[in-house]
């Protein structure tokens, strides 16, 4: 899918950012409205058919996440995943507020869902996401992710995790 | 016949002790577990040693052998409910008790991890032997029918809902891990969140007061 309307300016500019902040980066696509760090899915084992994907999402602007698909997975979708009473619940959403400046998290509360996986993903591969990007303006853009698989095990969460 | 310095001394021994225990009941009591009832004994997760939860049950496991609670006496159980296709929450819990089994050193041996997986539809045998010892070698993942997970998940006052949004199934289900004492008895719920370190330490305790 093509990238519409991105200026070249804010590509750019986002480019010299996300070199500017290289600590504890990993494999991340940048487009000019999107900066997306420590991507990965999570490995699957034989006979699994769903995985979830993992990301910090930072927009310049206000935006709004509204969906994702990948070659790797018939459906993908956003989830959110809440604590109700003891009980995990996850439920997909429609989209996900980026609030211009702020870093969104899609570790834990919020994550991307693989569904129906064309086959096992082991640690070492990689798998690219396509997310689909509403601005303020109601103009959409296509933002490549490319996310590495992590163990199954993989502790969930940022590169330079809270607590330690 | 009274030595006023002696008393006074007497005295000031015992405040002394009195502040040594205090101070030693303090340190052994951890951060929680001051509110509800309670076997006395101080945990950092809920003490559920009043509320009979659990008991016996028979399922069958990654070889389709059956295996009872009873199997894994003198042992500390781990157990949870789950599912393999979970994305987060239960790869979360089962790293957590892989790195709780590290954490105890020489007595990781002695906790038995149990993924009682509440989807048996999806989840194989086969597939519960490809993912559960992938977190670590010990760990056992059981099934069984609707009837028998209905019946061991009611025992444990544990809920699961199985929904179907147009083909998308997600499961949810109850996060807490249920730690079992050496004779069978659930004693510690654990919240989702709890630290490793804070769940190896009240496994620690079963182990060392049973």
Known sequence: MAVPGVPVLALLVTFFLSTGATAGATAGEAAGLLTVRDAWVRATVEGQTGSGAFMQLTSREDARLIGASSRAAQRVEIHEMRMVNDMMTMRRIESLPLPAGTTVALDHDYHIMLIGLSKQLQPGQIVTLTLQVLDARGMRHAVDVVAPVRALNAAPGRSSPKHD | ?210
């Open chain 2, 1 to 210: 016949m009274t030595d006023p310095s002696g008393a006074r001394r007497t005295i000031a021994v015992l405040a002394v002790a009195a502040l040594a225990l205090a101070t030693l009941l303090f340190l052994s009591s951890g951060s929680q577990g001051w509110f509800g009832p309670s076997s006395g004994v101080r945990f950092h997760g809920r003490d559920v040693a009043l509320e009979d939860l659990g008991g016996p049950f028979t399922l069958s496991d990654m070889s389709n052998q059956p295996r009872s609670l009873s199997d894994f006496r003198g042992k500390v159980v781990l157990l949870a409910f789950g599912y393999t296709h979970c994305p987060d929450v239960c790869p979360t819990t089962l790293a957590k008790f892989a790195q709780v089994r590290r954490l105890l050193g020489a007595d990781g041996p002695r906790v038995q991890v149990l993924f009682v997986t509440v989807d048996p539809q999806r989840d194989s045998a086969e597939l519960l032997r490809n993912y559960v010892p992938s977190f670590d070698p010990d760990f056992i993942g059981l099934r069984g029918t609707k009837a028998q997970i209905d019946a061991v998940t009611k025992s444990f006052h544990a809920r699961y809902e199985i929904v179907d949004h147009q083909g998308d199934i997600v499961v949810d289900h109850t996060a807490s891990t249920y730690v079992i004492d050496t004779r069978g008895k659930t004693r510690i719920l654990t919240p989702y969140d709890q630290p490793a370190r804070e769940l190896a330490d009240d496994v620690l305790t079963l182990l060392r007061s049973p």
